[in-house]
């Protein structure tokens, strides 16, 4: 199997940056495409009327859905990745419909996210990200454990 393009999700969490070191290791050692791609989860706006505070609000989420996709260019930057090797994307749905979906038109050859590794009852009524699209993913996923070397 050879690697050409990587995909990783971010959040833009703290925990992410153990993925982003997996991430850069592989992408060294395969030289390949990375594709970071934050996804704007517009889901939570549907049962929310939308009036100017909501729309203002969804502006202030899509900037920073920008800057963590921007900031996640520059640390893989940092850590000796080419510049014209990154390509940074904001989407916006469904997190894991839309990584699926960016996926399977991009010809991604491998994911890498991570996980929180939360339990019980918290993964229950939060959901987990990382597990929809591993289900649903039709190529290899690597899933970090944040904090974890």
């Given at each position: ?24 290791y592989?992408?060294?050692l ?23 505070t909501w ?95």
């Amino acid at each position: 199997m050879e690697y050409k393009h990587i995909l990783i999700g971010t959040d833009g969490s703290e925990l992410i940056e153990t993925v982003y070191e997996h991430c850069a290791y592989l992408t060294r050692l395969t030289n390949t495409t990375l594709h970071i791609v934050y996804v704007l989860d517009i889901t939570a706006f549907a049962s929310v009327p939308i009036d100017s505070t909501w729309e203002n609000m969804y502006d202030v989420l899509l900037d920073e859905g920008r800057a963590i996709t921007e900031n996640a260019k520059k640390a893989f930057i940092s850590k000796g990745i080419d510049k014209s090797a990154v390509t940074t994307v904001v989407l916006e749905g469904h997190p894991s419909n839309e990584l699926n979906t960016y996926v399977e038109n991009n010809t991604i050859d491998l994911i890498v996210i991570g996980t929180h590794g939360r339990k019980g009852l918290d993964r229950l009524l939060i959901g987990s990200v990382a597990d929809k699209v591993i289900r649903e993913a039709k190529m290899p996923v690597l899933m970090v454990k944040s904090g974890t070397n």
